[in-house]
């Protein structure tokens, strides 16, 4: 069971970038699937939640920034983020139950 995020890289502000999540032994549709993100020197924090039904939570820093879909067809989670802001700087990871993926590093410039 493995969870791989992408699509991280260096951005301006205001730019936006869009994160994968794929999995293999994990069927993304039956499975609650959340973003979080660790900035360098804090704790890892939550950032959205796509639940299996379809209702999407974030946290209030999200909020009207970030979007959660999924392709299950692909079987990946994406997580739209748009009007980014050097604090939402990190390197975010997708999760399902106890596991966790590989992070992807997302850096936003000023």
């Known amino acids: 069971v493995q969870l791989q995020a992408s699509g991280g890289g260096l951005v301006q502000a205001g730019g936006s970038l869009r994160l994968s999540c794929t999995a293999s032994?994990?069927?993304?549709?039956?499975?609650?699937v959340s973003w979080y993100r660790q900035a360098p020197g804090k704790e890892r924090e939550w950032v959205a939640t796509?639940?299996?039904?379809?209702?999407?939570d974030f946290a209030e820093s999200a909020k009207g920034r970030f979007a959660a879909s999924r392709d299950n067809v692909k079987n990946t989670v994406y997580l739209q983020m748009n009007s980014l802001k050097p604090e939402d700087t990190g390197v975010y990871y997708c999760?399902?139950?106890?596991?966790w993926g590989q992070g992807t590093l997302v850096t936003v410039s000023s």
């Open positions: 032994g994990i069927i993304f549709k039956l499975n609650d």
């Open positions: 999760n399902v139950e106890s596991v």
């Open positions: 796509l639940a299996v039904g379809g209702y999407t």
